[in-house]
């Protein structure tokens, strides 16, 4: 099963349509929990948390520090980790589904993670450069940009932190705002 982490900070207005991305996973039993990994907003991102039935928690100011904390305090043996605003592809389930038990029945959950195809939600030259970039970006260096979200264990995090020896690419995207 998969937690579900969202670092947020004043993200009211953009967590609506992410957690109503998620409602596909939740509905066929791929997610366990969602958690708001807070930084202090003091707009209204604590309520749509609430109304949305996710766990809500404050944390240090430091994202990183908060994710760790989260990730420490979570039950599911995944982590899915999004930004506030991005919002998964139609079908990213069975993706996501088909990664988990292929990695978990190889055991390259120890080594492994994935991402998703990023799309910016704009129509402009600018926006094609970004997407090629952080396409280019994880062929080259193995970092993705956080906007593509993470895909990773667990216990895998933990240790090292998010960085994993080899990222995959889904083929679901993650359309984020321009």
């Keep these: 099963m998969i937690s579900v982490l969202i670092p947020t900070l004043n993200s009211e207005r953009l967590l609506i349509p992410t957690l109503s991305a998620l409602v ?3 509905a066929e039993g791929l ?9 202090g907003s003091t707009d209204g991102t604590e309520k749509i948390a609430d109304a949305a039935g996710c766990e ?13 904390a989260a990730a420490s305090a979570v039950r599911g043996n995944w982590l899915l ?5 991005c919002v ?22 120890s080594f492994c993670a994935a991402v ?6 704009d129509y402009g030259f600018a926006a ?21 979200g ?12 998010g960085k994993a020896r080899r990222v995959v690419m889904l083929r679901t995207r993650v359309v984020i705002p321009a």
């Design 116 to 121: 998703f195809r990023m799309t910016i939600d």
């Design 24 to 26: 596909a996973g939740s």
């Design 31 to 39: 997610l366990r929990e969602v958690v708001l990994a807070d930084g």
């Design 150 to 161: 993470l895909l990773i264990a667990k216990r895998l995090f933990l240790q090292r932190g």
């Design 81 to 85: 980790i999004l930004e506030p605003g």
């Design 56 to 68: 809500f928690r404050r944390g240090p100011s430091d994202e990183g520090e908060r994710l760790q």
């Design 88 to 109: 998964l592809d139609e079908g990213w389930t069975r993706e996501v589904a088909k990664f988990v038990e292929g990695a978990e029945r190889s055991e390259q959950a």
């Design 128 to 148: 094609r450069v970004k997407e090629i970039v952080a396409m280019m970006r994880l062929a080259i260096t193995g970092r993705p940009q956080p906007p593509q």
